[in-house]
């Protein structure tokens, strides 16, 4: 009679643990959509960024090349004007603007070349960007396919485990036995119960008083005076 009741509360410890996994299984699905989900989000706007970025860089590389139009018809006017000086002075001056302002457009035009060659490097880190954003995307939808496709079993399992528990649970003395488990499982679960191991329980190593273990091997309803968890025997 002892062993049968040891075995059944060990039964019981083993259901409300697979049904905890379970429960866990169940409950993690959504987790890993949304952990999936929160990396694409931020691979989205890491891509988003970087075209921001390229704009900027264009608008930059563009306003130069506006700029360098504008010096290169500068020196236009400026040679117009050469053959309208007055004097050796004035065409010596106008010279000088002129040798002025196309060593600065010279510049301008290294500037640009290095402008339009950072817009191409930043072009390709943006399909490295897009490339993750869309491999982000697939495995989004291969974890929801996953999800999906386990959670019916999943469910089933989980119905199946709590029939068997409410089965299980039985054994359990009505009145203040029954009552102190429920209140055990409503907050731990099923590390509400803990076997007792050459005299320990197994849960917070404290060695059972001789008169529990006499309790115990007679099969009664037992909790650890330490931890305060159900107690059952478990059979050499
Ligand atoms: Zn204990």
Redesign the pocket.
């Known amino acids: 009679m002892a062993t049968e009741t040891s075995l059944a509360f060990q039964h019981l410890h083993q259901l409300l643990q697979e049904l905890e996994d379970a429960q866990y299984m169940l409950g993690h699905g959504p987790k890993r959509i949304a952990a999936a989900e929160k990396k694409l989000t931020l691979a989205e706007q890491a891509s988003a960024d970087q075209r921001d970025k390229i704009q900027q860089m264009k608008k930059k590389a563009d306003e130069a090349s506006l700029n360098l139009k504008t010096r290169e018809a500068d020196i236009q006017k400026h040679q117009g004007r050469l053959n309208e000086a007055g004097s050796n002075k004035e065409y010596e001056i106008i010279t000088d603007q002129i040798n002025g302002l196309k060593e600065s457009c010279a510049q301008l035009e290294d500037e640009i070349l290095v402008m339009l060659s950072d817009v191409d490097d930043a072009g390709g880190q943006l399909e490295t960007l897009q490339q993750e954003v869309a491999d982000q995307q697939g495995r989004v939808k291969d974890i929801q396919a996953d999800v999906s496709a386990k959670e019916p079993g999943l469910k089933e399992n989980i119905a199946r485990l709590e029939g068997e528990v409410a089965e299980a649970e039985k054994i359990m003395p009505a009145g203040e036995g029954k009552s102190a488990y429920q209140r055990l499982k409503a907050s731990q679960g099923a590390s509400g119960m803990?076997k007792v191991e050459e005299g320990y329980?197994?849960?917070?190593?404290?060695a059972v008083t001789p008169q529990d273990a006499i309790r115990l091997n007679m099969g009664e309803f037992c909790l650890?005076?330490?931890?305060?968890?159900v107690?059952y025997r478990v059979d050499a």
């Open positions: 803990s329980c197994a849960e917070c190593n404290t650890c005076r330490a931890c305060g968890r107690l």
